[in-house]
């Protein structure tokens, strides 16, 4: 192996979250935003919402998809947050921006197959959220009955 390999290797082996050096953390702090999942789960045609872990929807198909459409069904984003957050992403290679020259120019965004293989996973943690909510609600009000 060269040196610059054997660096590399070396460097992926010391990837441990739990360390505070670790640039792993980073990225767990960037893929744990609400607003990152719920951009990976449009972008992976996970739209709908009514499927669970138990009976998912096997209709998603992942699509590009404009930053209008985003900033529509993104319910609460502002317009500030969506830029960055579509910026940190490209960033990362989870998503491709594409910029079509058109009066106005037609920006549009999809998924990279890195972006399609973290949407498998963020798909799964919006369902568990939205089915386990009640749960969650109930227990926040028992805990809140007992601590007041």
Request: aromatic share 4%; hydrophobic share 35%.
């Amino acid at each position: 192996m060269t040196k610059k390999a054997d660096e590399k290797a070396q460097a992926k082996a010391e990837y441990n979250a739990f360390l505070a050096v670790c640039p792993s953390r980073q990225l767990l702090d960037r893929i744990s935003d609400k607003w990152v999942v719920l951009i990976l789960c449009a972008l992976g045609g996970d739209t709908s919402g009514g499927d669970t872990p138990e009976q998912p929807d096997a209709s998603h198909t992942p699509k590009a998809m404009r930053y209008s459409e985003l900033a529509r069904l993104l319910a609460g984003v502002s317009q500030k947050m969506l830029t960055q957050t579509l910026r940190a992403l490209e960033r990362d290679g989870l998503l491709i921006r594409t910029a079509t020259p058109t009066v106005p120019v037609t920006v549009t965004y999809e998924l990279t197959g890195l972006g399609l293989s973290l949407h498998h996973l963020t798909r799964g943690l919006r369902q568990w959220a939205q089915t386990h909510m009640e749960q969650v609600i109930a227990n926040r009000e028992s805990h809140d009955a007992r601590t007041s």
